[in-house]
């Protein structure tokens, strides 16, 4: 495997210019890979078994299963993504991490991760950035479902999923491939399918993005941002901030 051009590395580099040692230690992290199919959980809600995984290739998706069965999904993760890392930390999950494709992961136990940390004291912080970011999603998320709009909170999402993939190479401001179904968008927008379809037709129609056969394509990028309302600022990925 390419350490220097798989998804994490692109990703963290992000944040830090990352030096050969930190690279070897990335590699070393990525040495127990494994395959996923669909359907099956890779950390389940309540699990108190203390492995993360580094999405390697696939898309997942988080969520929450509530008393009466019903579904929110928290988010979504893409390759380059830590899987569990807070179920680690926190040694019980408090959420469901399920592959939407087949996916590929390294696992990554927690003493893995501490002598990772211990090593490369600025592999931690890029690490610790990423983990910032991803809190900084869901804030903004929690916006969006409570001041947002049907129509600003789809193209606020389908916008940061461009931003996100492009940080490692998987989309641009022309869009991006995404499997997601409109029931994965439905529980994670909080809408309803029907509504999520509505949404999806009414912004193509005016010509801002059209979300056909599995793909997003930006329309009019600068038209879907200012409908948004969308400032990727809280995504911090302009610039590496960690000589």
Known sequence: MNIKASPLTQKLSAFVALSEIELAVLERLHQRRKSFSVGRDLVHQGQSEQTAY????????????????????????????????????????????????EIEAAEV?????????????????????AVSRDEAMVVEHLVGLGRRDADARMAHFLLE???????????????????????????ALGLSAIHVNRVL???????????????????????????????????DQSRPLLP
Do not use: N
């Open 109 to 129: 136990l927690v003493s893995d991760l501490l002598q990772a940390f211990a090593e490369t004291p600025r592999l931690a912080t890029a690490v610790l950035w």
């Open 54 to 101: 580094i999405l390697a290739a696939g898309w997942v998706v988080s969520y929450k299963i509530q008393a009466d069965g019903s579904r929110q999904i928290v988010d979504f993760q893409i390759p380059g993504d830590f899987l569990g890392l807070r179920s680690v930390l926190l040694h019980t999950s408090d959420h469901g991490i399920e592959p939407i494709v």
């Open 201 to 235: 037709r009414k912004l193509r129609e005016a010509g801002l993005v059209t979300f056909q056969g599995g793909h997003v394509t930006f329309d009019d990028y600068e038209g879907l941002v200012a409908l948004a309302d969308f400032d990727p600022a809280y995504l």
């Open 161 to 187: 999923l461009g931003v996100r993939l492009s940080l490692v190479g998987m989309g641009s401001k022309e869009g991006y491939a995404c499997p997601l179904t409109q029931y994965h968008l439905a529980d």
